[in-house]
């Protein structure tokens, strides 16, 4: 049984920087693609970016404008997104996401999700 479980959140003032894990666990995950999401109150959950296990090829949002980074560490099953110099607009709960194949940005293509971590940035 997949399970992704994310960590790493909080409340960060504007400007700040904050590393989120999504420990991934339950399958083989050679073949799949790991993304961020992220969803604001009163909002769609929209795609902040994803990676590849194999390879490590990764896929952003246009507007992070390369604020964020998201990487892997195959050794402890774990992907990363590494956010800096947040601001207020980022506050949301980022959910990881796992999808066989390759990055997709919309998130009904992605078949398993973990329970989401909650970012709060303050000014």
């Known amino acids: 049984q997949v399970q992704l479980v994310e960590s790493g959140g909080g409340l960060v003032h504007t400007g700040a920087s904050l590393r989120l894990s999504c420990a991934a666990s339950g399958h083989t995950f050679s073949t799949y693609a790991m993304a961020w999401f992220r969803q604001a109150p009163g909002k769609e959950r929209e795609f902040v970016g994803g990676i590849r296990w194999s390879g490590g090829d990764t896929y952003y949002a246009d507007w992070l404008k390369g604020r964020f980074t998201i990487s892997r560490d195959n050794a402890k099953n774990t992907v990363i997104l590494q956010m800096n110099s947040v601001n207020s607009e980022d506050t949301a709960v980022y959910y990881c996401?796992?999808?066989?194949?390759?990055?997709?940005?919309?998130?009904?293509?992605?078949?398993?999700w973990g329970q989401g971590t909650q970012v709060t940035v303050s000014s």
């Open positions: 996401a796992a999808r066989s194949g390759l990055i997709r940005s919309t998130f009904s293509d992605y078949k398993y």
